[in-house]
């Protein structure tokens, strides 16, 4: 017997959900609130955004001691007391324009991940492989915390670092999501 089978060439980001799954939008509602980072701090900025938008008083700070930086399980640890939790989308090393429509199609919340250089294939001296960064994507609506001036938040189709290869996206799903990380 013989077995003909190729490869896919690619994925949605978001598999269809299973019957028993709920499908989102997730976070319709929510009202999220710009924060500007301090020094190299986007992904607990990020994390506290999220965090104040379902009316908690926490910064930055309060997430650091929480989570390591490269370790998304623990990005998803934090945000479990908020009633959110992450969940992996299909991706590859596609520049972020490749994937801006279908998230916006979803019309939910996401966290989108990229280097912010070239990605080398070894790393440096001190483990690290490269510079990074993480945004946020509500809807339509693209929110850096990196920037403080109209790079900000704007329309996601219009943000200026689209060209930058991805490392990660995440939809931000409920706690509990059977496809949380």
């Known amino acids: 017997m013989s077995l003909l089978w190729k490869p896919n060439a690619s994925a949605p980001l978001w598999d269809a959900a299973d019957e028993d799954e709920p499908e989102g939008p997730f976070f319709d509602n929510l009202e999220l609130t710009h924060i500007r980072q301090t020094g190299p701090t986007c992904v607990p900025t990020t994390l506290a955004m999220l965090a104040r938008a379902t009316g908690a008083d926490v910064g930055p700070e309060d997430f650091m001691p929480l989570i390591n930086s490269q370790s998304p399980h623990s990005w998803s640890k934090a945000l479990a007391p908020y009633g959110m939790q992450l969940a992996y989308c299909n991706n590859d090393l596609r520049r972020l324009e490749y994937y801006i429509d279908e998230l916006i199609e979803h019309?939910?919340?996401?966290?989108?991940?990229?280097?912010?250089?070239?990605?080398?294939?070894?790393?440096?001296?001190?483990?690290?492989?490269?510079?990074?960064?993480?945004?946020?994507?509500?809807?339509?609506?693209?929110?850096?915390?990196?920037?403080?001036?109209?790079?900000?938040?704007?329309?996601?189709?219009?943000?200026?670092r689209l060209a930058r290869q991805t490392k990660r996206i995440f939809r931000v799903v409920p706690k509990g999501h059977a496809r949380c990380v």
């Open 107 to 160: 019309d939910d919340l996401f966290l989108l991940c990229f280097y912010s250089l070239d990605p080398p294939y070894e790393p440096d001296e001190s483990g690290k492989l490269c510079t990074a960064h993480i945004v946020t994507l509500h809807k339509d609506t693209l929110i850096d915390t990196a920037k403080g001036d109209r790079f900000a938040q704007g329309k996601a189709s219009d943000y200026h």
